[in-house]
């Protein structure tokens, strides 16, 4: 399973951005799907997943901002990032969770930059 993440870069506080991870290889639709994201010093840690079935579920630091959805035509996932703020700013990594065998694999990370 190979994961490609993009559509990271620059923004000022309270704009907005939209990433994307596109999944390939031998995956399947079915698996849980997850971003998240490490800022310079910290831990990585999850903002929001989506399973097959459309249910979404976010760290509460997004909330009401950050909107995770999945197009299984284009094997893509997405996170549509609103009102963002500097404490935005980090490394945002996508994650396919293959619950089967509880087995997961990284994109390789885009990163997310919020100016003041």
């Known amino acids: 399973v190979q994961l490609q993440a993009s559509g990271g870069g620059l923004v000022q506080t309270g704009r907005s951005l939209k990433l994307s991870c596109t999944v390939s290889?031998?995956?399947?639709?079915?698996?849980?799907m997850r971003w998240y994201r490490q800022a310079p010093e910290k831990q990585r840690e999850l903002v929001a997943s989506?399973?097959?079935?459309?249910?979404?579920n976010y760290a509460d630091f997004v909330k009401d901002r950050f909107t995770v959805s999945r197009d299984k035509s284009k094997s893509t996932v997405y996170l549509q990032m609103n009102d963002l703020k500097p404490e935005d700013t980090a490394v945002y990594y996508c994650?396919?969770?293959?619950?089967?065998?509880?087995?997961?694999?990284w994109g390789q990370g885009t990163l997310v930059t919020v100016s003041s």
């Open positions: 290889g031998n995956f399947r639709s079915s698996a849980t």
């Open positions: 989506i399973i097959s079935s459309g249910i979404t």
């Open positions: 994650n396919y969770y293959a619950y089967w065998t509880g087995r997961e694999y």
